[in-house]
Antibody, heavy 134, light 106 residues
Framework: VQLMESGGGLVRPGGSLRLSCVGS????????MTWVRQAPGKGLEWVGH??????????DYAGPVRDRVTISRDDSRNTVFLQMHSLNVEDSALYYC??????????????????????????WGHGTLVTVSS | EIVLTQSPATLSLSPGERATLSCRAS??????LAWYQQKPGQAPRLLIT???NRAAGIPDRFSGSGSGTDFTLTISSLDPDDFAVYYC????????FGQGTKVEIK
């Protein structure tokens, strides 16, 4: 399983950018695909995700970007996109795409009150750098 | 929005020592908590899901506990490879990360 992001670069404040994440070794539409960003020297920030086809393919977004980003998927290209508009300097960051796949048996945990798998494996791309500057 | 507060910000320990990292949620999140490790120049690595389940390939010196609002990541005996930044992440309502705890060599 591999993920590879692209599309980052230098953009002026107010500009737009579309990031891509291509998957190999697995079918991207079968899993939850997530975008996470990290500003230089800062912590991790969840941007949003798109659910698998079986879960409806719906999207969720973090508050600071909710009105300015759209996550979509092209199943024929096994690719997820992050479209960003009205970019500002606070959007400058390394943008990662990531996913997890379940493993082992599925079981119901009575203390948690929901079903889960024995373990999960995570996969990350190397990230694509977005710099918003005039 | 659910806010996660990690403590301490920095933990200075020696190899072989036990590390205890805390994560507190602003609202109850049941067991919907994950822990990640990140080293400089690398993508994060999933350690724990659902508060206490180790991810694939994670050594058993890493353990997670807690539910509701208070969670703990314990590294039973620090290996030189474990010095890194650790983040908790809630998955109860959307996703958010804590600000991170840096585990550094004393």
């Amino acid at each position: 399983v591999q993920l590879m992001e692209s599309g980052g670069g230098l953009v002026r404040p107010g500009g737009s950018l579309r990031l891509s994440c291509v998957g190999s070794g697995f079918t991207l539409s079968h899993t939850l695909m997530t975008w996470v960003r990290q500003a230089p020297g800062k912590g991790l920030e969840w941007v949003g995700h798109i659910r698998s086809k079986t879960e409806g393919g719906t999207t969720d977004y973090a508050g600071p970007v909710r009105d300015r980003v759209t996550i979509s998927r092209d199943d024929s290209r096994n690719t997820v996109f992050l479209q960003m508009h009205s970019l500002n300097v606070e959007d400058s960051a390394l943008y990662y795409c990531t996913t997890e796949t379940p493993g082992g048996r599925k079981y119901y945990d009575t203390s948690l009150g929901y079903s889960l798998y024995e373990y999960y494996s995570d996969y990350w791309g190397h990230g694509t750098l977005v710099t918003v500057s005039s | 929005e659910i806010v996660l507060t990690q403590s301490p910000a920095t933990l200075s320990l020696s190899p072989g020592e036990r590390a205890t990292l805390s994560c507190r949620a602003s609202h109850s999140i049941s067991g919907h908590l994950a822990w990640y490790q990140q080293k400089p120049g690398q993508a994060p690595r999933l350690l724990i899901t659902d508060a206490s389940n180790r991810a694939a390939g994670i050594p058993d010196r890493f353990s997670g506990s807690g539910s509701g609002t208070d969670f703990t990541l314990t590294i039973s005996s620090l290996d030189p490879d474990d010095f890194a930044v650790y983040y908790c992440q809630q998955r109860y309502i959307w996703w958010t990360f804590g600000q991170g705890t840096k585990v550094e060599i004393k």
